[in-house]
């Protein structure tokens, strides 16, 4: 089993900086991806970011430039570092994580979800 624990959201003015954190913990033997996600509601749920073993990285169109996503393997977290945050930016942002348990079995899990809200 594979537990995420998010943490970072909140209500940020239009233009400021936040800074998401999920942590895995459980029987993880490795992970290749880890990344972040958005929903609002009535839409469906959209890739913000991911990080792939080796270092790559993809995001969002509409993020580049604004968002960075890093990740420390000793401590199986991943991080967003969101600046010039917009409205629109506005969203439940989960987790998620690949990899593959000790017992050699491959997973997928996601964090329970954090809020982002940017609002004058």
């Known amino acids: 089993q594979v537990q995420l624990v998010e943490s970072g959201g909140g209500l940020v003015q239009p233009g400021g900086s936040l800074r998401l954190s999920c942590a895995a913990s459980?029987?993880?033997?490795?992970?290749?991806?880890m990344g972040w996600y958005r929903q609002v509601p009535g839409k469906q749920r959209e890739l913000v970011a991911d990080?792939?073993?080796?270092?790559?990285?993809n995001y969002g169109d509409s993020v580049k430039g604004r968002f960075t996503i890093s990740r420390d393997n000793a401590k199986n977290t991943v991080y967003l570092q969101m600046n010039s945050l917009k409205p629109e930016d506005t969203a439940v942002y989960y987790c998620?994580?690949?990899?593959?348990?000790?017992?050699?079995?491959?997973?997928?899990?996601w964090g329970q979800g954090t809020q982002v809200t940017v609002s004058s």
């Open positions: 990080t792939i073993s080796g270092g790559s990285t």
């Open positions: 998620n994580v690949k990899g593959s348990t000790i017992a050699t079995i491959r997973f997928t899990s």
């Open positions: 459980g029987s993880i033997f490795s992970i290749y991806a």
